[in-house]
């Protein structure tokens, strides 16, 4: 059972990177030093840069920089989910301890990009138009004790398109397995579970990697795993419900600035996942940090408010709900 176990994991991870398909790489990126560090920066205009490629490194400690590239999604992906595939550091565990980026599509704050969000999804109407990329980069700082400066390296910038029913199979696949491993080893369940992934494994055709019988076989092994999840019993009376939440510390290992910029970071990347996922919810209960969004991007604050107006993101909970309800009652526009 534990060989089984493994090789479905090895399998697991040798399928990741075939959910994207058709990828683009980005060989030109601008990078530019900024300066100023001020809070609620928009990308700068005609300013002298270095040209980086993939697999060049970048340094410092509580440094900003901005890298720029250009993209153009082939009107042959019409109708395809367009996401952007980005590596250009490691995020820390927690106190701001490794590197975090905001992203501005067509010079608009758009979501934040680090080693937790390496996929940013594209709207719609994006086929056959240029795309203009812009990240703010941040090589955050040592999460406290001595200050250290930290190295990253430029390791993927690419667009691609998403295949939706292999991405399906791959996580539908994790899950169960991740399931497995938290079970006791004397539950029948475990068991069940393995055996129906094996099943579903077996049905890829590994033979021709990428080609078109290669995905035929993946389709059929996720209506495999489907259909074998689907037979299992389910026999637990417990429904479980799940609300977004992030909590930032408004003071605590960092400046104020980089409060801002964390806020900004998170709320942009909550606001593309309620596009993708219209069932999402989420719960912010900090008057402070709306306050400071206000000021540092009007504009996508207004697309808060409206996700307020739908019941989507809630302002209320266990602290200071009153003050937030009150603030973005009294400063709706």
């Known amino acids: 059972m534990f060989f089984t176990e493994r090789k479905i994991e090895n399998r697991i991870h040798e399928l990741a990177k075939y959910r994207y398909r058709e990828p683009i790489q980005l060989t030109e990126l601008q990078f530019t030093i900024d300066e100023d560090k001020e809070v609620g920066s928009y990308p700068p205009e005609q300013v002298e840069s270095l040209t980086v490629k993939v697999g060049d490194t970048w340094k410092g400690r509580d440094v900003y920089a901005w890298l720029s590239a250009k993209a153009i999604v082939p009107e042959s992906w019409s109708g395809r989910k367009v996401l952007g595939l980005f ?34 999804f594209f709207p719609r109407d994006v086929y056959g138009k240029s795309l203009l990329l812009d990240f703010r980069l941040w090589s955050g700082l040592e999460g406290g004790g001595m200050p250290v400066e930290q190295e990253y390296s430029f390791d993927r910038a690419e667009i691609a398109w998403l295949d939706e029913e292999t991405d399906d199979f791959y996580y539908d696949a994790k899950v169960a397995l991740e399931t497995v491993n938290v079970l006791d080893q004397h539950q029948p369940e475990r068991s069940k579970l393995v055996a129906v992934l094996d099943k579903a494994f077996n049905e890829i055709d590994w033979s021709r990697p990428g080609s078109t019988e290669f995905y035929q076989s993946i389709y059929g092994a996720r209506d495999c795993l489907k259909s074998g999840l689907d037979a299992l019993e389910k026999c637990h009376g417990v429904t479980i419900h799940c609300v977004g939440h992030t909590h930032i510390d408004v003071a605590w290992l960092w400046r104020l600035r980089h409060t801002r910029e964390k806020s900004a970071r998170s709320f942009s990347t909550v606001l593309r996942l309620m596009d993708m996922f219209p069932e999402y919810t989420f719960l912010q209960t900090q008057p402070q940090l709306y306050e400071y969004f206000k000021n540092d991007y009007p504009e996508v604050y207004k697309q808060i408010k409206k996700r307020v107006d739908e019941g989507r993101w809630e302002v209320d909970g266990g602290c200071g709900w009153k003050l937030t309800a009150t603030f973005l009652r009294e400063n709706r526009l």
């Open 87 to 120: 590596d250009f550091g490691r995020t820390g565990g927690g106190n701001n301890s490794g590197f975090e980026s905001l992203l501005f599509l067509n010079g608009e704050p758009y979501q934040g990009v680090d080693s937790n969000h390496k996929e940013v």
